[in-house]
T-cell receptor, first 115, second 114 residues
């Protein structure tokens, strides 16, 4: 079982609220990712990080922001949630580069519903 | 740009039978990884099997095996003796060793019929 944790698992909030989805991993991985999973289950990369103080935008434009102040922690924030932000958000981590097996380790996901 | 295509959005198989999920990819690179991930309903995505492109031998993990055809850029997953717990979304993924980019296919939903 992977040591990567996401909280909350489920969140229902009203429009305009600020939310933060937490993601933590205890494997010491440098690279971390946030994916948005649409109702058809397709995965869209929205943010990633190579390490502390590194954040990059992914392939899908997102109004969310991320930070990486500590290696193990990669929170995602929405300043003002809207119904269009309703989705499943998956956090993942991996070893950077060719070291290790190359696989991604995923958290259990955070399902966000904005009313 | 690299692409990963899973042409079967959904598949069904009878319990204890064998099923093959298809995946093709496109790349100009020679050094990469290929993966199959499993996402059970409302549960964590986990790695099923991985293949390094420079290895000719097909990877096997218990009931799961792959048919890796590098020249054809094909990477299918065979599940033998299907079990109810195999019901899930299966994602094929490509990881470049040049720029560390990861590409996922759109997934195949596998149903196991009792």
């Amino acid at each position: 079982e992977a040591d990567i944790y996401q909280t909350p698992r489920y969140l229902v909030i009203g429009t305009g609220k600020k939310i933060t989805l937490e993601c933590s991993q205890t494997m010491g991985h440098d690279k971390m990712y946030w994916y948005q999973q649409d109702p058809g289950m397709e995965l869209h990369l929205i943010h990633y990080s190579y390490g502390v103080n590194s954040t990059e935008k992914g392939d899908l434009s997102s109004e969310s922001t991320v930070s990486r102040i500590r290696t193990e922690h990669f929170p995602l924030t929405l300043e003002s949630a809207r119904p269009s932000h309703t989705s499943q958000y998956l956090c993942a981590s991996s070893v950077l580069g060719r070291v290790g097996t190359g696989e991604l380790f995923f958290g259990e996901g955070s399902r966000l519903t904005v009313l | 740009a690299q692409t990963v295509t899973q042409s079967q959005p959904e598949m069904s198989v009878q319990e204890a039978e064998t099923v093959t999920l298809s995946c093709t990819y496109d790349t100009s690179e020679s050094d990469y990884y290929l993966f199959w991930y499993k996402q059970p309903p409302s549960r964590q995505m986990i790695l099923v099997i991985r293949q390094e492109a420079y290895k000719q031998q097909n990877a096997t993990e218990n009931r799961f095996s792959v048919n890796f055809q590098k020249a054809a850029k094909s990477f299918s997953l065979k599940i033998s003796d299907s079990q109810l717990g195999d019901a899930a979304m299966y994602f094929c993924a490509y990881r470049s060793n040049r720029d560390d980019k990861i590409i996922f296919g759109k997934g195949t939903r596998l149903h196991i019929l009792p």
